[in-house]
């Protein structure tokens, strides 16, 4: 745990009160649609494609091997007649696939080829033929907007990822959610489909939305620790302070919003963030610092989302600041 964890949370309040020390308290705030909204959304809702887009292509790879593997076996020598032929290494060893029988022996005077027919697997999946089948990458942006769910908690709270239907994170509040057993798992696996960053940032997101909380952690610990200059790292710290956040782990969650608002201010995360430090702090019982980070959203953020800025009225009244 890092030395800034051994802080109390007076000292934490402090520390952040300083931060927020010139703003004013928070303005009223209009109710105009702001062209981010849309791209916040957008943004949610690709990332809960990822679990189901990682399945798609880890089996598209396997497929893949097969054919390389039928293809680099096709060189081998027959028997000799009347002996018969045993069956090459590559082919004995070889796993069959979404329950296919073993493949037969290949031999030099039978090589293998692709089928003429044109007849494709059912189970192979091929972006290129359907771009807009569920699961295919798309850019950022893109995808359909998530269809608003009842809330539970605050209004203008960051969607919550453990529920497709667009479903919000409980208040600072309410108990945490809990965690799902081992045998309820998903799809998802413990390794990235790959080693880039987008993918390991990916498998952090597939945490938070099985509610696995101290995996999710991990990973995005991991990741700021791994990628400091990546695109994507301020997006893993708020990921961090989030996965505190839904433990009722406010010290840490707090530690961890206020490193995205000090080193990420310019980021899209960076009110959000903002937002959940001034609920950690709440939440901690230090009103005065909460509410000095709360009214620091409509100064330094006057074009934050709509339902952040609803969130942040609700947060102040609560408050009373």
């Given at each position: ?6 802080l109390?949370a ?16 928070a ?11 849309r ?28 054919v390389r ?6 060189g081998?020598q ?13 082919a ?16 030099q005077?039978?090589p ?10 059912g ?7 359907n ?10 942006g ?5 269809v ?10 960051p ?7 667009g479903?919000?994170y409980?208040?600072?509040?309410a108990?945490p959610?809990p965690?799902?057993?081992a ?20 498998l952090?997101?597939?945490?938070m ?13 991991n ?6 200059n990546?695109a994507?790292?301020?997006d893993?710290?708020?990921?961090l ?22 080193k990420?201010d ?7 963030a ?13 009103k ?14 006057p ?5 952040v ?13």
């Open positions: 745990m890092s030395p800034i964890h051994a109390s007076r000292s934490l309040a402090v520390f952040a009160m300083l931060a927020f020390a010139a703003p004013a308290l303005q009223q705030y209009g109710g105009e649609v702001d062209p981010e909204i791209i916040q959304q957008l943004e949610e809702r690709l990332r809960t494609l990822t679990g189901q887009n990682e399945e798609l292509q880890y089996r598209n790879r396997r497929l893949e091997d097969q593997q039928l293809q680099s076996g096709a081998v027959p028997a000799a007649p009347g002996n018969a032929a045993p069956p090459p290494a590559a004995a060893q070889q796993p069959s696939v979404y329950g296919q029988p073993p493949q037969a022996p290949i031999v005077d039978q293998v080829a692709p089928p003429a027919t044109g007849r494709r697997r189970d192979a999946f091929d972006p290129s033929q771009p807009n089948a569920p699961g295919v990458p798309r850019a950022l893109g995808g359909q907007l998530p608003p769910a009842e809330q539970s908690g605050v209004a203008g709270a969607l919550d990822l453990s529920n497709n239907s479903g919000r409980p208040d600072a509040g108990p959610q965690a799902p057993s045998a309820a798992g998903g799809g998802l696996t413990t390794l990235p489909p790959s080693a880039s960053p987008r993918d390991e940032f990916d952090g997101i597939g945490y939305q099985r509610r696995d909380y101290a995996l999710a952690e991990e990973t995005m610990r990741f700021a620790s791994k990628y400091p990546d994507l790292t301020p893993s710290q708020y990921w302070g989030e996965s505190f956040f839904q433990r009722q782990m406010y010290r840490d969650a707090a530690e961890a919003f206020l490193a995205v608002t000090s990420y310019k980021s899209a995360k960076a009110p959000d903002l937002l959940r430090l001034g609920q950690s702090l709440s939440a901690l019982k230090e005065e610092a909460a509410c000095a980070a709360l009214g620091e959203i409509g100064r330094k953020y074009k934050a989302s709509a339902g800025k609803k969130a942040v009225d609700t947060e102040q009244k609560k408050l009373k600041c």
